[in-house]
């Protein structure tokens, strides 16, 4: 009878403490807004969840974007010079840069010889035969070749190629190139915004402005994905 009586007095003693404890443990919940309340703030913009957004009025709003580039220009410092300039009239400048082969004229020259010596003997000949602008090529895929003249215009170089082999010398033309890095700069316009009046003369001469494709920007994306998202 008495153990009885102390496991129902060990029990209650055991609840009193987990009540007290609970209840401190307790925490105060605010309710939530329900969805049905609104906040109003006068001013701010409506918002449209992209999927809500009809992919032609994204397309349309792409169409009106222009985007042109001016180039090419073989110093970087008048490309600098030319970003700053507009930094405050387009939008999205880029620089861009590549290289480009740019003539250097047509060379008449004649075969190569098999060493220096036998170029040397060949052109005392030529000298005997009364020419006189010439020279020995010590250097590049044409060593121990005869330089016999370089042309800007590839029409005086065959003329010069044909007397040549009048008098009997294998004279050949080559074209002759070397390459160069050239600098772009592509901007596009704000929509409802006029193109800038550059003076392209003021930075570089025989500088265009282009029209170009418009890289696809954040609206493009985002109709492109819901087009396919249909």
Known sequence: MATRFLVII?????????GIKLSGDMITVTPVMGSSASIFRPNAPMLRLLAEVPAGELQN?????????????????????????LADLVSELQERSSFAKISEGFLVYTTPSRSRAQALEYARELGDMGL???????????????????YNDEHNARMREQAL??????????????????????YRIVNGNDPPQ??????????????ITCPA?????????IATAK
């Open 10 to 18: 060990l029990l209650l003693a055991n609840m009193l403490l987990f």
């Open 61 to 85: 709003r792409s169409i009106k974007a222009q985007c042109f580039t001016i180039g090419p220009m073989q110093s970087s410092e008048r490309m600098g010079e030319l970003k700053s300039s």
């Open 132 to 150: 006189t602008d010439y020279f020995v090529i010590t250097s590049t895929s044409l060593n121990n070749s005869i330089s016999l003249g370089l």
């Open 165 to 186: 082999r009048a008098l009997g010398i294998n004279a050949r033309i080559l074209a002759m190139y070397k390459s160069v890095e050239e600098y772009w700069l592509d």
């Open 198 to 211: 550059i003076d392209l003369k003021e930075f570089v001469p025989d500088t265009l402005i282009s029209a």
């Open 217 to 225: 920007g954040p609206e493009e994306t985002v109709a492109e994905l």
